[in-house]
């Protein structure tokens, strides 16, 4: 099972705290460092000191770590036309040595499109699927040769589709709840299908999904990698659990329930339940960028048991 982490920067994180949080998610073997791609703070924060942007912060990651994975969890479609983000993208990957990976999603949050002054259109999945096809098509074109593509939203005439990645396949993670688009999308485009916030019984039943659109639609199921997304607060006793719970405005209960949460033991077992759905990596979100200690006792005494 391959640990990830997974930051949410639009809470309230600056360059330099993705930047300390990314080092240690190097230095103490997790596999990835993953971040959202939002512009507005959600809940009771304020979010300062304000946002940072996704591909910008990676491509300042990318030069400042050499192992660890890079990417995101999900990528707005609404944010980038996608000509310009697979520019974006190829050019992050050559600048990590090819460490890149790219979360693509529909972008849901209407307030923050408002703030920013971003279009929010009313038809978002159609608009993705184009998406989709022009970025995975621009880097698949063949140096030398052009790429075209003529949709309902988007209009590529006499492409050179360049830059090229520095990897031969930039992996792309499609992800949601969604029971019939979704997967059909995923089985079509991704290498990777992730759920996030799932219970084991709702991801078992998404990876089903997922699966059978797989192989409707002639490819093996196996060929996608299965993830889930989750919440992370693990405390070495209740009190130390407690603490890292009230910290990020939770309930130490319900995030055992709803999330990755407990003592060591607690989230191994857990961890063990996702396992058995299919599930072979998974995101922690981590909430508290300041507090590393718990991405050191995650390290030492979670992931240990799963190698």
């Given at each position: 099972m391959d640990l990830r982490i997974f930051t949410e920067p639009q809470q309230g994180a600056t360059y330099e705290t993705l930047l300390t949080v990314a080092k240690a998610t190097e230095d103490l073997g997790f596999d990835a460092f993953f971040r959202s791609d939002h512009y507005l703070s959600m809940g009771d924060g304020d979010g300062l000191p304000g946002p940072t942007d996704a591909w910008i912060t990676l491509a300042g990651l990318a030069r400042e770590t050499s192992r660890v994975r890079?990417?995101?969890?999900?990528?707005?479609?609404?944010?980038?036309?996608?000509?310009?983000?697979?520019?974006?993208?190829?050019?992050?990957?050559?600048?990590?040595?090819?460490?890149?990976?790219?979360?693509?999603g529909a972008g849901w949050f209407e307030q923050e499109h408002t703030a920013y002054g971003i279009p929010f259109p009313k038809e978002k999945f159609g608009r993705l699927e184009e998406q989709l096809d022009i970025v995975t098509g621009l880097w698949a074109t063949r140096t030398g040769e052009t790429f075209d593509f003529h949709g309902a939203y988007y209009d590529l005439t006499d492409s050179p589709a360049l830059p090229k990645p520095a990897q031969a396949k930039i992996p792309v993670l499609i992800g949601g709840h969604g029971a019939t688009r979704t997967p059909r999308l995923a089985a079509r485009y991704a290498d990777e299908f992730n759920i996030p916030f799932a219970s084991v019984e709702d991801s078992a039943r998404q990876f089903g999904r997922v699966r059978a659109a797989a192989e409707q639609a002639g490819r093996a199921a196996d060929d996608l990698v299965y993830s889930a997304a989750l919440v992370a607060c693990v405390g070495k006793d209740d009190r130390e659990l407690a603490r890292r719970a009230a910290a990020i405005g939770r309930e130490a209960d319900e995030l055992k329930a709803n999330g990755l949460a407990g003592s060591p033991a607690e989230v191994v077992d857990k961890i063990g339940r996702y396992a058995e759905t299919g599930a072979s990596r998974l995101y922690l979100q981590i909430l508290d960028l300041d507090d590393l200690d718990h991405l050191e006792l995650i390290s030492a005494e979670v992931q240990s048991q799963l190698t």
């Open positions: 890079l990417g995101t969890l999900m990528t707005a479609g609404t944010f980038r036309l996608p000509g310009v983000l697979a520019i974006q993208v190829a050019q992050v990957d050559q600048m990590s040595g090819g460490r890149v990976e790219l979360g693509l």
